[in-house]
């Protein structure tokens, strides 16, 4: 198998696999962008049956160059209809929502209070004092990207992020740099997965605040397919049959992920009780993943970087 997810988070699943299903198994992790490149680099001969982890717009780009295989999982019945393909090419395991990770220390110190809104980061009080990553390097950043052109329109999408330039502290490489830049102090505001501020703040970071737009929020889906032409197709079907379940998707969290599962019966983690209210746009992930260089090349042009 290939996996896209975090290190710890991939062998555990994988012993574990192994452990409930006696498939002997080996697993090679990759970044997003390299795991892509190598199914297509090994089109012609598969090395790897599965696929799982990292966001479903890298899937549905797979799916466009004819790299995934369709299975309609006994099990996808409990995955909601927005965390799968409708022609059954790849299912989501975990989501996580975009929002604030921010710093309740700082924020005392200058008398402010959580951002609650995509336009409150707009004011003045906040400049200077945000960090987000860079879309062209982060598939996190990407997902805020796509989130904002989605929820005001392309050309009023594009001018709010020009706008926010203006506010913004720095733009690291990585989508997690934010909530630890947060909870340790270096920013106020950082715009990330939800997620990653539990985990942080399980780390021992304790000025740690969340907080979500009102106006509503994207979000990213883990998820698995089937490598068209793989080895072992059986074993990759067990295989994907197996994470959907409640069960398995209940035991995320011991690998100290905070992501919440996708199975509408898997109960999620008590951390996760925050994520109840928050606001989802109807985002699309088809068109976010086709215009991807262009809402990219716009961000750029806009902003300098």
Sequence with gaps: MYAGIDEQEALGLTKQFEKDTGVKTSMVRMSGGELLARVKAEKANPKASVWFGGPAESFIQAVDEGLL??????????????????????????????????????????????PKSWDDLLKPEYKGQIVVANPASSGTAYTFLATLIQLKGEKEGIDYLK???????????????????????EAMIGICYMHDGITYE??????????????GTGYMVD????????????AAEKFVDWIL??????????????????????????????????????????KAGSNRNKWVDEWHNVTNK
């Design 69 to 114: 295989d369709t299975y309609n999982s006994p099990n996808a019945k409990d995955i909601p209809d927005r965390y799968k393909d409708k022609n059954k090419y790849w299912t989501g395991f975990q989501t996580g929502y975009l929002g604030f990770v921010c710093n309740s220390k700082l924020l005392k110190e200058k008398g402010l209070e959580v």
């Design 163 to 185: 706008k926010l330039d203006g506010q913004i502290k720095q733009y690291p490489k990585t989508g997690a740099a934010p909530a630890q830049m947060a909870g340790m102090g």
């Design 202 to 215: 399980k780390q021992g970071y304790k000025d740690i605040v969340l907080s979500e737009p009102s106006e």
């Design 223 to 234: 998820s698995v397919a089937l490598i068209k032409g793989g080895p072992d197709k059986e």
């Design 245 to 286: 379940t409640k069960k398995v998707q209940e035991t995320f969290v011991k690998y100290k992920e905070y992501q919440i599962p996708s199975n509408k019966n898997a109960v999620a983690p008590k951390q996760d009780d925050i994520f109840k209210n928050v606001k989802l746009i109807n985002y699309d992930m088809s």
